[in-house]
């Protein structure tokens, strides 16, 4: 018994010491560096018809996507990262599937703070989408005009980032390398998404890159992200801009079930001279995730996005 007895007392004794020592330390900061805001939807969409004389087609369609923004902030450092991905299909009768929503948008930003809410920074990001795209409505019988990494957007570049709060960050690089790869073999033909050879597989500009993002609650479970970005290359025809916008209207129904609307505007001359436009609206399941309150200073405004 008293071999047993002899552990178990060292054994409290230099716990009981432990703990008396832990009790003299100062209290650990406990104040969150990362910040997590994110929403994950699947809509749906469905219609039948049976002797309707109005007229009509059986379709049925879907809709997944998820958008996260994960922060990093720390003393003078900040580390924005964007994660957005969706696709979606539509199947009617008589006419097949046909794709209705396809994007890959990642990007990351690093920063250090030299001045009150402005940041000297680097990022780079990548702009894709995950399948083939057809003209005459995404009509896999017709001529096919994009694919995964065709073309695919990867800019790099250096700067200074703005982020007075949660809801505005913009950033301004004058010094950005933008590729556009275009890695189907099918697509590689000069002039293609502004390829100079038949054979060629990417296309290297370099330039000055702007783009903001700012979020903003209309009203109690309503909620507006808007992104807007430009682009000058300085190499050849600085005065040919790349301008694009987005915005993501959600009206959320309750904790699971909410409503999107999306709008997207692109202009860019080595695609098409012409500008682009595509606009989704879906009611569906979303979950939305939102371990963004930190305290410190700058995180007093997140109110935007609840649970």
């Known amino acids: ?4 007895l002899l552990p178990i007392s060292i054994f409290l004794g230099i716990f009981v010491s432990a703990q008396e020592m832990n009790a003299d330390k100062p209290a650990i900061d406990t104040t969150k560096a990362w910040s997590i805001q994110a929403q994950n939807t699947l809509m749906l969409n469905q219609a039948a018809f049976s002797n309707w004389i109005g007229g009509g087609a059986n379709n049925v369609g879907w809709l997944a ?21 969706g696709y979606g299909q539509n199947n009617t009768k008589g006419v097949g599937t046909r794709k209705t929503q396809d994007v890959i948008n990642l990007s990351t930003n690093f920063g250090k703070e030299f001045m009150t809410n ?16 057809y003209e005459d409505g995404n ?22 980032t703005y982020r007075p709060n949660d809801n505005f960050t913009m950033t301004l690089r004058p010094a950005n390398a933008r590729m556009t790869f275009v890695l189907d073999e099918d697509l590689q033909k000069a ?82 001279q012409k500008t682009q436009l595509k606009q989704t609206l879906g009611v569906g399941f979303a979950y939305n995730i939102d371990n963004g309150v930190k305290r410190s200073e700058k995180k007093d405004n997140q109110s935007w996005l609840k649970k």
């Open 1 to 4: 018994m008293r071999k047993i």
């Open 65 to 85: 996507g998820v958008n996260y923004n994960l922060t990093y902030e720390k003393g003078k450092y900040l580390w924005e990262n964007v994660i957005v991905l």
């Open 118 to 133: 402005w940041y000297l920074s680097a990022g780079a990001s990548l702009q894709s989408q995950f399948a083939a795209g």
């Open 139 to 160: 009509n896999p019988a017709a001529a096919k005009i994009s694919n995964f990494m065709a073309p695919g957007f990867v800019n790099v570049g250096v700067g200074v």
């Open 191 to 272: 002039g293609t998404y502004g390829l100079k050879n038949n054979g060629d597989s990417m296309l290297f500009q370099f330039g000055f890159l702007g783009t903001a993002i700012y979020k903003m609650k209309l009203m109690e479970n309503i909620s507006l992200i808007n992104t807007g970005s430009v682009f000058s290359n300085y190499i050849d025809h600085p005065e040919r801009l790349v301008l694009s916008y987005g915005a993501v209207l959600n009206m959320k129904i309750n904790r699971f079930v909410s409503t999107n609307i999306t709008l997207d505007v692109l202009y860019d001359h080595n695609q098409i």
